[in-house]
């Protein structure tokens, strides 16, 4: 099935999913170093800082996402899709979590710990590869975003 939001004849939100992906897990492997290391600019910046990468990628990707979604009209795969966007939702508020829990702000919320804001980072991280997997599904076993006719 073509989807509405194109550039150039390709999708766009398969496109824009790799950042906010790259992004949240690349925080991940940053909170895991700063862990190994104790160095606190692993977790206080390159970690904060690509979370909140992630999070407005996570942003963009969803508009074109909803887009496409509109567009879809065989239940079976109108199912997947609808799972597919949930654990992105899900995932997109477990890392605002997250990022809010390690902020100013939000951190006299855990006493200024870092195992929630890890936590709800390596939760957000399992639930984009479910995610994933499902929008693997769309795009390689019912053609989402290809031309192809099984929506």
């Given amino acids: 099935m073509t989807t ?3 550039i150039g004849g390709h999708p766009i939100h398969p496109m824009l999913v790799s950042f906010p992906i790259a992004l949240w897990i690349f925080s991940l492997v940053a909170d895991v170093v700063y862990l190994g290391l104790g160095n606190p600019i692993w977790k206080d910046w390159i970690a904060f800082y690509t979370l909140f ?6 942003v963009g990707a969803a508009f074109f996402g909803f ?4 567009t879809i009209q065989n239940r079976t795969v109108k199912n997947v ?12 508020f ?5 990022f809010y829990l390690r902020t100013t702000s939000g951190s006299h919320l855990v006493g ?3 195992k929630i804001p890890f936590g709800l980072s390596v939760v957000g991280v399992i639930l984009i590869n479910i995610s994933g997997w499902l929008g693997g599904e769309l795009t390689v076993k019912y053609g989402m975003g290809l031309g ?3 929506q």
């Fill in 67 to 70: 887009i496409d979604w509109l």
């Fill in 148 to 150: 192809l006719k099984s």
């Fill in 4 to 6: 509405r939001a194109r």
């Fill in 112 to 114: 200024g710990g870092f």
């Fill in 53 to 58: 990468g992630g999070i407005v990628g996570a």
């Fill in 94 to 98: 477990v890392f605002v979590a997250s």
């Fill in 81 to 92: 899709a609808d799972w597919h966007a949930r654990l992105n939702v899900i995932a997109l």
